[in-house]
């Protein structure tokens, strides 16, 4: 698919106009409108309703925006690759599941930097599925992912894994909800609360985690995935909903500034320790000759 297709839809979606869309891309309107009608005949479903001086997008123009975005952002990551990659130089192409594990993949990999200074890294941010399949198709060298509850590897054989970090799962909500001012939350109080987890990609993963970890929530339906940290981030600070988040992993600056603004309150959840333990995990496959990956692991992966 043209990417070029996607970007315009996604602009024209964000601006609510052909016009807008055309002024801001330097080209004709004729031009953005024949973009998204080839865009709307390659799907094979109509994405925006035209009316006089106006368009809307569909339902299915809503729910395409999602997946526009996950294109293009796998395309501008397979970019990445090609533009970074030097063939004379040995390079570790790494994946994480989140904002929150950007700590710890910085941590790890500027100790492999300090000891061999010309390592270059591709990155990638994807779901827990997506992680552990380009592991086992060699797409990825290295991939760090979360165990709360559920084993990320339960379903796949012949990975290694070790911890890199352990601690808490709190939850996030903002100082105008009544919550706030527990010290607490109980497993009842999660029961109609609408509770969000980022995933950059469509995944599963977290919510079947959540449910597993808290028998308070009773609907799944109450749990919804956000495409992206900044969106989960302002729902919370405005009250619309709860959210998890891996306590000592919050020191990111984004979360810093939240945490002294008072726009997120972060409180721990009623629960035995160990329902609400989360490890950040490293897997590899054992079979992967990369050099770099071997002295990853030997200077990261506990005695």
């Known amino acids: 698919m043209d990417s070029d297709k996607l970007k315009t839809f996604l602009l024209v979606a964000q601006l609510g106009s ?47 925006i999602g997946t526009a975005q996950d294109l293009l952002q796998s395309y501008q990551s397979a970019l990445q690759q090609l533009q970074t990659v030097d063939q004379q130089t040995t390079v570790l192409r790494v994946g994480y599941f989140s904002i929150f594990e950007a700590a710890l993949v910085q941590r790890s990999l500027k100790k492999l930097q300090q000891k061999i200074p010309t390592s270059q890294f591709v990155l990638q941010e994807l779901s827990n599925e997506h992680l552990t399949e380009s592991i086992i198709n060699d797409n990825l060298d290295l ?3 979360i165990n709360f509850g559920i084993d990320p590897l339960a379903l796949t054989s012949g990975l290694a894994s070790f911890n890199l970090y352990q601690n808490q799962m709190v939850l996030g909500l903002s100082p105008l909800n009544p919550l ?15 509770i969000l987890y980022y995933s950059p990609e469509g995944s599963t993963f977290l919510l079947e985690s959540f449910l597993a970890n808290n028998p308070g929530i009773q609907n799944y339906e109450h ?14 600070a405005l009250n619309q909903a709860l959210a998890f988040y891996p306590q000592g992993l919050l020191h990111a600056n984004i979360l810093a500034n939240l945490e002294h603004n008072r726009e997120i309150t972060f409180r721990p959840i009623s629960a035995p320790a160990s329902q609400q333990t989360y490890a950040i995990i490293a897997f590899y496959k054992p079979t992967n000759q990369n050099p770099l990956l071997k002295q990853f692991i030997q200077l990261n992966r506990p005695d």
């Open 180 to 194: 706030a001012k527990q010290t607490v939350i109980t497993q009842n109080d999660l029961q109609r609360q609408p």
């Open 18 to 64: 052909f016009e807008k869309a055309a002024q801001a891309q330097y080209r004709s309107q004729r031009a953005v409108s024949k973009k998204i009608t080839s865009l709307e005949q390659e799907v094979g479903i109509q994405l925006f309703t035209r009316k006089t001086n106006r368009i809307t997008l569909t339902a299915a123009g809503q729910y395409f």
């Open 223 to 236: 749990i919804q995935r956000v495409p992206s940290f900044e969106q989960m981030q302002l729902l919370v």
């Open 143 to 145: 991939a760090f992912s």
